[in-house]
């Protein structure tokens, strides 16, 4: 798979992309990345992006040739036309879900926006529109690094052990259940005694007993699409009654 971004700040992403497991993917050839710097098609010596809004108002707004030049320019490189992506908060909720078809293309283009945003004709350019959340950031390129590092974590070989990802929050819709490390005990907090049985099968009910929990309590909003049976979900929403919490305080 290849990442492109196209960004005013092109030298922000290797630092992060070379790194741990992004870094370790890179190199195994897992994904492929290239930055490209937007100012590289501007006619102007100031090598000029933006410029003041029709209408008035505050900042400076990304002016739409360029977006148009570079990603005309972008897309005639290699055999396949990237997947065009933009960012705004119009866009739809990136969640799991949108990660994982993204894993699913070969080469997906991450435009980033700076200032007040981009002119609204560029967004003709995009072929999906995303929002991180109902804020703002500084740039795009955070957002674009987030979506990297959401859909590498997806891709065959990315992770040591390939139940990572399988296991995470959000696999099947819940949040992951509740996990913990020596010591066994710590300051009056305890580890589940299950998890210290060595019986696999007990653990495992009650590791799903535990997102189930965790998800009624913390996040009842993703019960309703979650991938689990009717009885799971009365379940849960049992539990939220119950007022229990799936995590350290239980003992």
């Not at 006619?43 to 209408?55: I, K, S, Y």
């Not at 036309?81 to 705004?88: A, E, L």
């Not at 909720?93 to 991450?110: I, N, Q, T």
């Not at 509740?178 to 009056?188: I, L, W």
Request: proline fraction near 5%; hydrophobic fraction near 40%.
């Amino acid at each position: 798979m290849r990442f492109e971004t196209l960004s005013v700040f092109p030298g922000v992403f290797e630092p992060y992309l070379s790194t741990s497991i992004m870094g370790r993917a890179r190199e195994a050839g897992i994904f492929e990345f290239e930055a490209y710097d937007l100012r590289d098609w501007t006619h102007d010596r100031h090598r000029t992006v933006d410029d003041a809004p029709f209408g008035g108002g505050a900042g400076m707004l990304m002016a739409a040739p360029p977006f148009f030049e570079s990603i005309a320019d972008i897309s005639s490189r290699g055999d396949a036309k990237p997947h065009v992506v933009f960012f705004s908060p119009a866009g739809r909720p990136f969640d799991e879900a949108c990660a994982r078809e993204l894993s699913e293309r070969d080469r997906v283009l991450l435009v980033c926006g700076r200032y007040e945003g981009i002119d609204e004709r560029a967004f003709s350019l995009a072929d999906e529109v995303i929002s991180l959340g109902d804020y703002v950031l500084t740039g795009g390129e955070l957002a674009a690094m987030v979506v990297i590092d959401a859909v590498v974590r997806l891709l065959p070989g990315a992770l040591g052990d390939e139940m990572s990802s399988v296991d995470e929050s959000f696999s099947d819709g819940l949040l992951e259940y509740a996990q913990y490390t020596r010591p066994a005990d710590y300051d009056g907090m305890s580890v589940p005694p299950v998890l210290l049985s060595g019986n696999h099968a007990e653990i495992a009910a009650w590791r799903r007993e535990n997102a189930l929990e965790r998800t009624a309590l913390m996040r009842p909003d993703l019960l309703e699409s979650a991938d689990i049976s009717d009885e799971e979900r009365a379940r849960a929403m049992e539990l939220a009654r119950m007022g229990k919490r799936g995590d350290v305080r239980d003992g």
